[in-house]
């Protein structure tokens, strides 16, 4: 009995074991960082916080999410197998819409594991199809990249992705609902001002009637004219702290649409360094993924 029950064991823990092994040799899938992830040094920093700005300013506008992952090889993974893992980690696109797109650079693989993979979520390929995917790796990117211009290569490729997604008609991005605007501290100075002034000038009409052989209206009148004049501006700087409130107007964001992205294809332009991206705030929405897409190379 105790050696059928090896005998049927064994091979299940010698797959589980190899298994393990294989799994422990994979390419690590790199945390959701920012919309670009460059493990492989392909952009400079001034490259990464453009593209990275103008795919953040998609999203913001649009609500789909393009993200691009740089790396060295996916070996001993084909990138098709590794594209899977990227997805199902990083869920990309928003829940039930599944508009997430990952472009996937793997410079030093070998060619029969290929060098290049477009993942498309569930709800884009309508546009994005295989067929769309295969012509932008192919035409778009890949005569860049034999140049040696990774970074035009991305960002044509990135414009291209983002111009059929336009052509989806997925749901429009949902926007934060500015804060109320508080006017409450601006009304109560401007009513305590006022009854204070009233009060003022009826004690200061009784005063002059009673003072009036010892003390002449031009002196009333420059005191009046000091006190005023220091009531309206502890007025004016009481409206100017409550507007303030501790919102600062800059807000610390800079760039925004100026990166000259432009969805039509073919005219992305990044080059101005204007963007501060990987402000390593970018999560995945909760998008899906079936394996659609394609792979290529240069």
Sequence with gaps: MRQFLLRLLLPAL????????AADDFVAVPPLSGHVIDQ?????????????????EYESRTGSQIAVL???STAPEAIEQYGIRVAEAWK?????VDDGVILIVARDNPKALRRLRIEAGRGVQGSLTDAQSKRILEDV???????NDFYGGLAAGVSAIAGLLDKEG???????????????GGWMTLVVVLVFLAVFFLVLMKSRRRARNNLNSNDWGRGAGVIIGSILDQAARGASSSRSGGFG????????????FSSGGGSFSGGGGTFDGGGGTFDGGGGTFDGGGASGDW
């Design 70 to 72: 740089l790396m060295a």
């Design 249 to 260: 107007s800059s807000g610390g964001f800079t760039g925004g649409s100026s990166g000259g």
């Design 141 to 147: 990117i890949a005569p860049h990249f034999r140049q």
């Design 170 to 184: 997925l749901p429009a991005a949902q926007r934060p609902a500015a804060p109320p605007q508080d006017d409450d």
């Design 92 to 96: 990309l696109g928003r829940k039930g």
């Design 14 to 21: 010698l797959c589980l074991a190899a298994g393990m092994a």
């Design 40 to 56: 492989a040094g392909l952009l400079d920093s001034r490259q990464r916080a453009a593209l990275d700005g103008v795919l953040t």
